[in-house]
Each structure stands twice: as structure tokens, then as C-alpha cells.
């Protein structure tokens, strides 16, 4: 099923790899680009092992099996920007109008320079099993964090309608937009979908100018 | 690998089946059901057969493989509301605004209504081949509709900023936040999401109002 091309099986670290990655960061980028490219089910660990030319031993050392890859790979595309939504939220001087926005940049630039695109992982049927709770559940965290800056920064009208938890699932999917985009080739600036976000809060062009200091 | 329980082989047609449905249907039915479970790859077209107790032999006189199953399930995601953007743009008495909403209403109540959330296929890497031009066109097309009703119903700020492909893809991807919500046993009702839709176009809540004659 793999279209890998075979590559040297041994012991590359020792002899100068094509790549600066650590062996742990190899694997999840090899995996990456076969789950991407092949889907979950079609990739074994051999063909990620064989693409970077370790034994499928090594891989074991680093990793229990695919589900532990696909967790930490899913889990980087979430945990830096729920990090970051942690450091806007004790920053008091932030309106949060502009948390959300600054949030939203930097979770669009992580998202658009994931290795492989690995956002189009997350809907998988695999990823809906129990073993991905974590991932899961660091994904409502953010969608919850989005939900606390917009509820906050919503004109009256929306936040009578919208509860915390819609508004965030709103506008993380609108985040998210970066990964089919980015699938098909394309790409909107990553202010431009802040903006938007702000725009779903019910904000106008005026108030996303003052809230982004423009 | 399948959990599918063994149903009986033979020709139910004859014997009252479980389901109104006719034979293509539910064959497409159970396919949808087992690629969300259990992923396109890891669901063989024998497994489907089983699961509505016909022979293999019988999916191939309705289906020349499962690619082409999983085309037909794709494409069923999209093309009542291609269709529905036509007949709303040959309606001239329709401002784009209301045009909008309205086919963002029914686009997010198609998902909504769609057997085992089938638009989570959208993302399989396996509908990234060629043989699923044809629904991908067929998505760019209700991209562009969605983008050129946008366009005509934006404010002139954010008309100045978005082509109408990149508004259109923001505006697709917000009506297909049913599918992840869907997934996580949430929802938000269908109004409310073309309102944001809306929103996404610079519209304020009086503009909306007008627009959509509330």
C-alpha cells in the first residue's frame, strides 16, 4: 500500500541524516506525511520506520504504537495555542477583543506551518476513540478559552443568543479554516481570519480597528 | 478488523428488510455507517455487503468499487445545496443578503439531516485523489456560490480585503461547523449559523434583520 521509497535501514543518526530533527521529532514528521498522504489505517509503523531509515525497534523506543504518534501529533497542533491563551489571560491589560485576536493569529500561523498539514488528522474515525480523550479534551480547552474572549467581547445581541461553548466551537472552526485551505493550496492571511472572528463576535470595522490598534 | 455484526447473506429485497430504503441506498447507507466507524480504508466493500445481508456480487451490479460509494455519499453532501444556489439566483426579487442566509439555512440543515455524518469523509486523505475531481468541483462550485453572494451582500471595507473565493471558503467552512459539532453530540441551530454568516460579511444585527425580514 506504501508508496515510501525504501530508504536505508540502520542506524542514520550516527551518519549525518538529511534532516536536523531529533529521532522522536523524525518519526512524528514521517508519520505525519504518511497519515496525511496514505490515511491512518494504510500506514503501518514499518513504512514510517523504513522512511527514515531506522529499524521498526527504534520506533518503539520512542513510541508505544500509531495511536501514541497520532496522539502527539494531534496534540501539537492544539497544546501551543492553549499555552498561549493562558499567558493573554493572566495579561490584565489585554481587552479581550484583542486576546481573541492575537489568539487567533498565532493559532492560524501554527496551524499553517504544522508539518504535513496535520490538522486534516483530527477528524479521523481513529481519533474519535477513547485513547485521544486528552487530545480532545485540550481541544475544548481552547474552544472554551476562544468562548471566554468572545463572549466577552460580543455585542449584547450575541452573547443573548450564543452560549460560551457555541461561540468557541464557532470560531475555532473558523481558525481552522487554515487546514482545507491549506489542502487545496490555498491561503487567507492570518489577521484576515482574526478580523473575522472579532466580525462573528458582532464587532464592526471601527471596534476591531480600536481593538487591534489599527 | 470490522465490528460489524454478521448479517445473513442472500436476498433480502424479497423478505421485508429492516429499511424503507431502496437497494443502492442502502447500500450507500451502510457504507456511510461503517467509513465513520471505521475508517475508508479498513471497511471492505464484502464488509458492507454484509451489513445488509447481500451478496458482494449484488454492491458490484450497483457499484463498481468503494471509491466510487464514497463519490456518491461525498457528493450527496453537496449537491441539494449547488442545486438550491441556482434556483435562489434566478430568483431576482432575492437581495444576495437574504440569498445568502437562505442557502446557508438549508446547506447547514442538509448536514444536519445526513446519515452517520458523512460529511466527516470530506477530509479522508483517500478523497484527495483524482478520482474525486468531480466532487471537489462540485464543492468549489458552492464555494463560489456562497462567495458571490457574499461579495454582493458585503460591506465595501470587507469587499476590499476578501476575493470572493476566500470569502466564499470562509463562509463554507463556517456553515460546515455542524459536522465537528454533530460529531461531538453538540449543535447549533441552523439560524443562527447563517446569521454568522452574515456577520462574516461586515452585516450588522439591523442589516441582518432586514435582510432576513425579521
Redesign the interface.
Known amino acids: 500500500m506504501s508508496t515510501t521509497p525504501r530508504a536505508r535501514v540502520g542506524r542514520p543518526r550516527a551518519t549525518a541524516g538529511s534532516t536536523q530533527l531529533a529521532p522522536r521529532d523524525e518519526i512524528l514528521d514521517a508519520a505525519a506525511a504518511l497519515?496525511?498522504?496514505?490515511?491512518?489505517?494504510?500506514t503501518t509503523t514499518r513504512a514510517i520506520a523504513e522512511r527514515i531509515g531506522i529499524r521498526q525497534a527504534s520506533l518503539y523506543y520512542h513510541f508505544a504504537g500509531k495511536d501514541d504518534i497520532l496522539v502527539e501529533l494531534l496534540e501539537r497542533t492544539v497544546r501551543p495555542s492553549v499555552e498561549f491563551a493562558k499567558t493573554l489571560r493572566e495579561d490584565p491589560s489585554l481587552a479581550s477583543a484583542a486576546a481573541l485576536h492575537t489568539l487567533a493569529v498565532r493559532d492560524v500561523e501554527t496551524l499553517a506551518a504544522a508539518p504535513h498539514n496535520i490538522g486534516?488528522l483530527?477528524?479521523?474515525?481513529?481519533a474519535?476513540r477513547d485513547r485521544f480523550d486528552g487530545f480532545r479534551a485540550s481541544r475544548r480547552e481552547l474552544r472554551d478559552a476562544y468562548g471566554a474572549f468572545a463572549m466577552d467581547a460580543a455585542?449584547d445581541?450575541l452573547r443573548a443568543?450564543?452560549t460560551l461553548?457555541?461561540l468557541g466551537?464557532?470560531i475555532i472552526?473558523?481558525v481552522?479554516?487554515v487546514?482545507?485551505?491549506r489542502?487545496d493550496g490555498?491561503m487567507?492571511d492570518a489577521v484576515?481570519?482574526a478580523d473575522?472572528c472579532l466580525?462573528?463576535c458582532?464587532l464592526?470595522?471601527a471596534a476591531i480597528a480600536a481593538a487591534t490598534g489599527r
Chains 1, 2 share one sequence.
Do not use: C
Not at 35 to 42: L, Q, T
Open positions: 497519515f496525511v498522504e496514505n490515511g491512518f489505517a494504510a486534516t483530527y477528524l479521523l474515525p481513529e474519535n455585542t445581541a443568543t450564543w461553548a457555541e466551537a464557532a472552526h473558523l481552522e479554516i487546514i482545507p485551505l489542502r490555498e487567507i484576515r481570519i473575522a466580525r462573528l458582532g464592526d470595522d
